[in-house]
């Protein structure tokens, strides 16, 4: 995870916000008083959940002509958290701690931001400062070591180069852990805490059996320690770079991908945040996008238990009833279609012979369903594909397939058929009197839409195509011959 610099940046995009503070006891006041700049804007802003390059305006205050500005909140709302100083005009800006019910003053030079910054009645901002001072020298010496390193001649040099950079980054962790038992629960020592990363214990490590080698031991420890000093209960924490990062890398690197694994981790985090406002409200948005946007088959599951489970039980409480409804019905269209669920029966005509041919009386050990338009563009690209692969591979495997056209007179859906050849071969049917109710029963919103069902219709594979169906075939073969021995 990259490591947080807390320092100078560059100026950021800012995008306007509502309703993101959760309760506090109050707002904040602090004036701002820059030698050298009059007659403009500063603007308070302020990150959340991840670094930029988008922050949020919070406030603004006029510099006037004596270099001062006062920034006040009343904000019952107000939490606090890492806020930026920006200087309209200025490609710079510098960050700060706030908290709630502060009374502070900053003064600067204008022209030597953010060297020369001093604070009068704030502790935790002169520490913050003292750390920032820190950061870079770190973050200098750890520069000059990749270019010790670019330079090393032997194994020897590098070896010394890299444990004098260990020993830094030891250092370092040292510090924030002095600091977090010197200054317990302030928000300075709760983001040292959100930003520390589990240390592997070193040596062998063994199974029960005591003589085998744990090779994932490393992995185990890793991730069940991942989230120790984060603290899921602080709502500051949301208004700090950090907590994104740290979520994506959770999820991507050291969740198991598959449905249960997820759903499991999901409830974890969303109970570790529960009551709060903004620790909830970001883990829960982080999740269902997570789900929703991924490319995994069957991770839409994780998407229907987090709408069933917490949109629908009114834990998303910043949502007006419009947005909460459409999340409501994505839920409900995906539902039915979720890997292991039996699917939908249908029983349409032939579009030869007009005889009614069930979905789920098609014998065979895979059924590839699939819906198309013969006026689809891209049905006509990808069809003659699912032949090719069907007749190199899947009918050897024990595949059928029983296609559905979504639209089409009967001459046009059957002179498409015939002239892919596929009329003798597939099972083809069509819906001229609309009941088959297939829109909502396989979340079919465009075409092709290709699920593969099993021998006993229970879906396997969802929005698949010519080039993963054998794959997949081949997998699910697999898993049924390593079952049974």
């Not at 908290?99 to 020369?116: A, E, M, Q």
């Not at 700090?240 to 499991?264: A, C, H, Q």
């Not at 979905?359 to 699912?386: D, N, R, V």
């Amino acid at each position: 995870m990259a490591m947080l610099c807390l320092c100078i940046m560059p100026l950021l995009s800012i995008a306007k916000v509502d309703n993101l503070n959760s309760p506090a006891k109050k707002g904040y006041h602090f004036t701002l008083k820059i030698q050298g700049t009059s007659d403009t804007m500063a603007y308070l802003v302020h990150y959340y959940g991840k670094s930029g390059p988008t922050v949020f305006k919070s406030d603004s205050a006029r510099i006037d002509k004596n270099g001062l500005a006062e920034f006040r909140s009343r904000d019952l709302d107000f939490v606090g958290g890492i806020y930026l100083i920006m200087l309209s005009g200025k490609k710079t800006s510098f960050e700060i701690l706030l908290n709630p019910g502060v009374d502070f003053s900053i003064t600067l030079n204008g022209d030597k931001i953010p060297g020369d910054i001093k604070f009068k009645n704030s502790s935790e901002n002169d520490r913050f400062q003292e750390y920032q001072t820190l950061m870079s020298a770190f973050a200098k010496k750890q520069e000059a070591y990749k270019s010790e390193l670019a330079k090393a001649k032997n194994a020897t040099d590098t070896t010394d180069i890299r444990n004098r950079g260990s020993k830094d980054v030891q250092e370092l962790n040292t510090y924030r852990k002095d600091y977090s038992a010197k200054f317990p629960g302030t928000l300075l020592s709760n983001i040292f805490g959100a930003m520390e990363i589990p240390e592997v214990p070193t040596g062998d490590h063994f199974l029960p059996d005591g003589k085998t080698k744990d090779s994932a031991f490393a992995y185990r420890y890793y991730k069940s320690h991942y989230w120790d000093g984060y603290n899921f209960q602080d709502d500051r924490l949301i208004f700090t770079p950090i907590y994104d990062g740290r979520l994506e890398e959770y999820m991507n690197k050291f969740v198991v991908p598959v449905p249960d694994s997820v759903k499991k981790e999901c409830d974890m985090l969303l109970s570790k945040t529960r009551g709060t406002k903004d620790q909830f409200h970001y883990t829960l948005w982080f999740l269902t996008r997570f789900a929703e946007n991924s490319k995994i088959m069957g991770m839409d599951e994780v998407f229907v238990h987090l709408v069933e489970n917490y949109y629908m039980k009114g834990d998303a409480t910043w949502l007006n009833n419009d947005e909460l409804d459409k999340y409501i019905k994505r839920g409900q269209a995906i539902a039915p279609t979720v890997l292991g669920n039996l699917a939908y029966e249908l029983k349409l005509p032939d579009i030869f012979t007009q005889k009614e041919i069930s979905l789920h009386g098609i014998k065979a050990k895979y059924t590839l369903l699939l819906f198309y338009s013969p006026t689809c563009g891209h049905c006509q690209k990808e069809m003659p594909l699912i032949d090719s692969v069907y007749e190199a591979a899947l009918k050897d495997k024990g595949v059928k397939v029983y296609t559905m056209a979504t639209e089409g007179d009967e001459k046009s859906i059957g002179d498409f058929l015939t002239k892919l050849k596929v009329d003798k071969k597939w099972t083809n049917t069509w819906d001229p009197k609309k009941v088959s109710n297939y829109h909502n029963m396989y979340d079919v919103y465009s075409t092709p839409t290709l699920y593969l069902l099993d021998d006993k219709k229970k879906i396997r594979g969802k929005r698949i195509d010519h080039t993963n169906i054998t794959g997949l075939v081949e997998m699910l073969d697999k898993k049924e011959k390593d079952s049974k021995k």
